[in-house]
């Protein structure tokens, strides 16, 4: 099994950035894929981004395409996801998630096994 614990989120104005961690417990990170999420206020949560466990494929949604970064260093069992050019809609809970088993679709929230508690990122005007 995996623990994973969210950090990083935080406050801040229309344009700026934040990085999130993905920090990882328990035993071979280097064998779970994976995936981004976040839950605006009032929304199902949905998926934002993936990255494979060996960080040879990476996913983005549309919504967050050319604006966030998914990155992952298995030796320090941490992914990690910059947030750049932040918009107010990206404000709600953001967690990681990891699968050990090969991923069909990366943003159904079902293909995962373990899951963060999340870190909430606001962005004001």
């Known amino acids: 099994q995996v623990q994973l614990a969210e950090s990083g989120g935080g406050s801040v104005h229309s344009g700026g950035s934040l990085k999130l961690s993905c920090a990882a417990s328990g035993s071979n990170f280097e064998t779970y894929d994976i995936g981004w999420f976040r839950q605006a206020p009032g929304k199902e949560r949905e998926g934002i981004s993936y990255?494979?466990?060996?960080?040879?494929?990476?996913f983005y949604s549309d919504s967050v395409k050319g604006r966030f970064t998914v990155s992952r260093r298995n030796a320090e069992n941490t992914a990690w996801l910059q947030l750049d050019s932040l918009k107010p809609e990206d404000t709600g809970v953001y967690y990681c998630?990891?699968?050990?088993?090969?991923?069909?679709?990366?943003?159904?929230?079902?293909?995962?096994?373990?899951w963060g508690h999340g870190t909430m990122v606001t962005v004001s005007e």
């Open positions: 990255i494979t466990r060996s960080s040879g494929t990476t």
């Open positions: 998630a990891a699968s050990r088993t090969r991923i069909a679709t990366w943003y159904w929230e079902s293909q995962y096994e373990f």
